[in-house]
C-alpha cells in the first residue's frame, strides 16, 4: 500500500530537475516551464542519457516518458529507482492506464498524460515535492498495484479501468482511506462528508458506500475495500502491494 500525503506549507525551492523526453516538441515545453520554478533543468532524450546523467549529479525531481527509443520509461523507471529516491512524474499517452498502475507500484510518484498542460505540469511538480517534505499529511494518492485512487483529479483506477468520483464520492472516500485499517462510525463518516451540522439520514450515507463499491471492486473480486460493519460505520481496508 501507497499513502502519499501533502503538506501546502511544506514547499521547497527546487535546484535540479531531470526531463527524460524524446519528444522535442514536449521536450522543448517541458524545459521552458521547469526554467520558470526550476535553477538547473537537464533534458535528455533517451534512457542511456539518463541513466548517465543520474551517475554525474542528483536531482529534486525526474519527469520520465513512457515511451522511450532505447528502453521503456518503465524499465527505466525500475533502474533510476536503484539510484535515486528523487520524485519521478511519469508523462504518457491518454491510453496507456494499465502502464500509469505498472509505474506507480514500481516507485513513480504521480504522472501526467499527454498533450503537456503547463499548469498542470507545475501543479504536479509542486505537489511531489511537497509530499516528499517532512511535515507532509494528507493523503492524495492510494495505490496498491491493483487499485489507484487519485484524488487530486477525483480519478479511480481499477485494474486498468478508469471511473471518475462525484465530489460526495471522493469526500466519502477521502475520508475512508485516511483512516484505512479503523472502523469510522457512521456519524463520523457523515460529518466529514457533509458536515456537523447535515439533517439528512444514514440511508443517504449508504446509498453513496453502494456507488463506491461499484468502483472499487469488481464484479466477483474476494477483497472488498469497503468493509460494513453493522450497525457501526465503514472501514477501508487496503491490500498491500506485491514487491
Ligand atoms: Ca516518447
Do not use: C
Not at 64 to 82: F, K, S
Not at 138 to 153: C, K, N
Not at 198 to 206: I, P, R
Not at 215 to 225: E, I, L, P, S
Amino acid at each position: 500500500m501507497t499513502l502519499l500525503p501533502s503538506d501546502p506549507e511544506a514547499e521547497r525551492s527546487i535546484a535540479a530537475a531531470l526531463v527524460v523526453e524524446d519528444d522535442p516538441r514536449s521536450a522543448a515545453l517541458m524545459q521552458t516551464i521547469l526554467e520558470e520554478i526550476v535553477r538547473r533543468v537537464v533534458v535528455v532524450n533517451t534512457a542511456t542519457e539518463a541513466l548517465d546523467a543520474l551517475a554525474e549529479s542528483s536531482f529534486d525531481v525526474i519527469t520520465l516518458d513512457i515511451g522511450l527509443p532505447d528502453i521503456t520509461g518503465l524499465e527505466l523507471l525500475h533502474h533510476i529507482r536503484e539510484l535515486s529516491d528523487a520524485p519521478v512524474i511519469m508523462v504518457t499517452a491518454v491510453d496507456t492506464s494499465s502502464s500509469i498502475v505498472e509505474a506507480l507500484k514500481s516507485g513513480a510518484d504521480d504522472y501526467l498524460i499527454k498533450p503537456i498542460r503547463p499548469a498542470e505540469l507545475r501543479a504536479r511538480i509542486g505537489a511531489v515535492l511537497r509530499r516528499t517534505g517532512p511535515r507532509a499529511h494528507e493523503v492524495e494518492l492510494y495505490s496498491d498495484g491493483r487499485l489507484v485512487i487519485d484524488f487530486a483529479r477525483s480519478l479511480v483506477v481499477l485494474a486498468g479501468v478508469s471511473s471518475t468520483l462525484s465530489a460526495t464520492e471522493r469526500r466519502l472516500l477521502h475520508a475512508l482511506v485516511t483512516h484505512a485499517g479503523r472502523v469510522l462510525t457512521h456519524d463520523e463518516v457523515i460529518k466529514q462528508v457533509w458536515g456537523a451540522g447535515y439533517e439528512g439520514t444514514q440511508a443517504n450515507l449508504h446509498v453513496f458506500v453502494s456507488y463506491l463499491r461499484k468502483k472499487v471492486n469488481a464484479r466477483g473480486d474476494a477483497h472488498q475495500y469497503i468493509q460494513t460493519h453493522r450497525a457501526i460505520g465503514y472501514e477501508f481496508v487496503p491490500i498491500e502491494a506485491t514487491p
